[in-house]
């Protein structure tokens, strides 16, 4: 039982490269979401999605792009990186947006020099 | 929007003896969720405990509960007979629809 998937593990980029962070999910859950996470901080709310072909902005979305066309898979783009995009990713998913138990995947740490 | 303040940035506590981390929130709404995450040294984000804001029984995880008032917006947890392996940054997280906001997190550690 895999649970949430996210590749890659680690990237560095280049002020001005894009990327494409994936998040898989094999437990047939209809809500995805992507959180970034700053240093001393708590987890922040990019992008989310409650289902196949639907998403909308989270509390951060400037700067990424994202997209949800199978139930399995829910990647964010970073389609210009700069380095205020530094921070540690993590994608989501739970069974539906009623309050259950959100499973989140090991993270992606990204860094934009 | 949701705003969550966590008091404490750093706790230590003695193995074996019993811990509370508090947490505030603000919200307009009536039926939401809250949870705890812990997160270790791995980065991994664990989930701790769940409530259901509109039922009034605290809930309980083995060594793990909260107490939760929700007039006053409070969402505290308690770990009783601390363990090593509980040494984490600990997040309290409200949640209503879609939308999960996180506090800035209490460095917990446990010392034998």
């Known amino acids: 039982n895999a649970g949430v998937t996210q590749t890659p593990k680690f990237q560095v980029l280049k002020t001005g490269q894009s990327m494409t962070l994936q998040c898989a999910q094999d437990?047939?859950?209809?809500?995805m979401s992507w959180y970034r996470q700053d240093p001393g901080m708590g987890l922040r709310l990019i992008h989310y999605s409650v289902g196949a072909g639907i998403t909308d902005q989270g509390e951060v979305p400037n700067g990424y792009n994202v997209s949800r066309s199978t139930t399995e898979d829910f990647p964010l783009r970073l389609l210009s990186a700069a380095p205020s995009q530094t921070s540690v990713y993590f994608c989501?998913?739970?069974?539906?947006?009623?309050?259950?138990?959100?499973?989140f995947g090991e993270g992606s740490w990204l860094t934009v020099v | 929007a949701q705003t969550v303040t966590q008091s404490q940035p750093e706790m230590s506590v003695q193995e074996a003896e019993t811990v509370t981390l508090s947490c505030t929130y603000d919200?307009?709404?009536?039926?939401?969720?809250l949870f705890w995450y812990k997160q270790p040294p791995s980065r991994q984000m664990i989930l701790v405990i769940r409530?259901?804001?509109?039922?009034?029984q605290n809930a309980t995880e083995n060594r793990f509960s909260v107490n939760f008032q929700k007039a006053a917006k409070s969402f505290s947890l308690k770990i009783s007979d601390s363990q090593l392996g509980d040494t984490a940054m600990y997040f309290c997280a409200p949640y209503n629809n879609n939308d999960m906001r996180f506090g800035a997190g209490t460095r917990l550690t446990v010392k034998p």
């Open positions: 919200t307009s709404e009536s039926n939401y969720y």
């Open positions: 989501a998913s739970s069974r539906n947006r009623g309050g259950n138990t959100i499973y």
């Open positions: 437990m047939n859950h209809e809500y």
């Open positions: 409530q259901e804001a509109y039922k009034q």
